[in-house]
């Protein structure tokens, strides 16, 4: 989410204000939050990098997007 913020602070050619960065710290945090209450849920912690987007991409047929890309 950083990395998304300073490509939008470049592009808009100017600095991040403080209110924006307290915003973004409130969101990560928020994220932190809910992710840890997932993994406290499931019992297992959320897979990171590729692996996450696998794992949040299967649909409720279980088949991946990219194994319904193949067929």
């Known amino acids: 989410m950083l990395l998304t913020l ?3 602070v ?3 050619g100017g600095k991040p204000t403080a209110k924006g960065k307290q915003a973004a ?3 990560r945090q928020a994220a932190a939050k809910d992710e840890r ?3 406290v849920e499931t019992g ?3 897979k990171k990098g590729a692996a996450r ?3 949040r991409s299967k649909s ?3 088949k991946s997007a990219g194994t319904k890309q193949k067929i």
């Open 6 to 8: 300073r490509v939008i």
């Open 10 to 12: 470049a592009r808009q």
């Open 25 to 27: 710290e409130g969101l």
């Open 37 to 39: 209450k997932t993994e």
């Open 44 to 46: 297992h912690a959320l």
């Open 53 to 55: 987007f696998e794992e």
């Open 60 to 62: 409720s047929d279980g």
